[in-house]
């Protein structure tokens, strides 16, 4: 049984939540490029000094090196049977490079693309929201988690905050790149019959019933042909 499955969806869709509670219901690890690159700043190997210097300039990193920091990914042994891409792929070049990966490494295809619908105004309504405790990293969301004091961690009485990169204006901006960049994609993959569309205005518990299901269909459909 092998599962490998790409994420599709604007800022604020909800795709890295659903990764998680679908990682642990069948087994397989989240490949999340954002936290691949987090973790690229502490490391000390060749590929991640290239990251390092790339960021450090500010310029985006570019896909052939994207793509080798996902190759690597799935050498390690957690990916022999799936894996859930949450951020990658971000483009064509790169959606094609993985067909081939996953072709080399494990005689495979992707089992399926569940793409996460939500609109610009919902997406900035629940990003721009969120606030974060400065000393733990503890979440809240202004409407839909709000603390017990306003600006206050009801955990540690820490000061909350709104990232950068959370303000409207920031998530716009973020929600035009995902439009002109990856949005392609949702056709790329509908076109090869693996998209599933969801409806991510729904109430998370919703959301995770039906992707729940159609995954099992997709594992279920992987058993058969072996």
Known sequence: MSLYIVLLGPPGAGKGTQARIIS??????????????????????????????????????????TVQMV??????PDCQNGAM?????????????????????????????PF?????????RRISGRRMCRANDHPYHV????????????????????RKDDTPEAVEQRYVEYVTKTAPLVEFYR???????????Q???????????EVGRWQAKDEDKA
Not at 71 to 76: A, D, N, S, V
Not at 196 to 201: L, R, V
Not at 203 to 213: G, K, M, N, P, S
């Open 203 to 213: 109430a998370i518990d919703q959301i995770t019933e039906v992707l729940r299901a």
């Open 71 to 76: 190759k690597e990914r799935f050498e390690q």
């Open 143 to 162: 409407e839909f988690n709000p603390p017990q004091r306003e600006g206050v961690c009801d955990i540690d009485g820490s000061e909350l905050y709104q």
């Open 24 to 65: 642990e219901d069948f087994g397989i690890p989240v490949v999340s490029t954002g936290d691949m690159f987090r973790a690229m700043k502490t490391l000390d190997t060749p590929l991640a000094r290239q990251v390092q210097e790339i960021m450090a300039r500010g310029d985006l990193v570019p896909d052939d090196i």
């Open 85 to 113: 891409l949450d951020g990658f792929p971000r483009t064509e070049a790169q959606a094609e490079a993985l067909d081939e990966m996953l072709a080399e490494s494990f005689h495979e295809d992707l089992s399926g693309v």
């Open 191 to 201: 076109d090869r019959g693996l998209l599933f569309e969801i409806d991510a205005s």
């Open 116 to 124: 996460f619908a939500l609109s610009k105004e919902e997406a900035v």
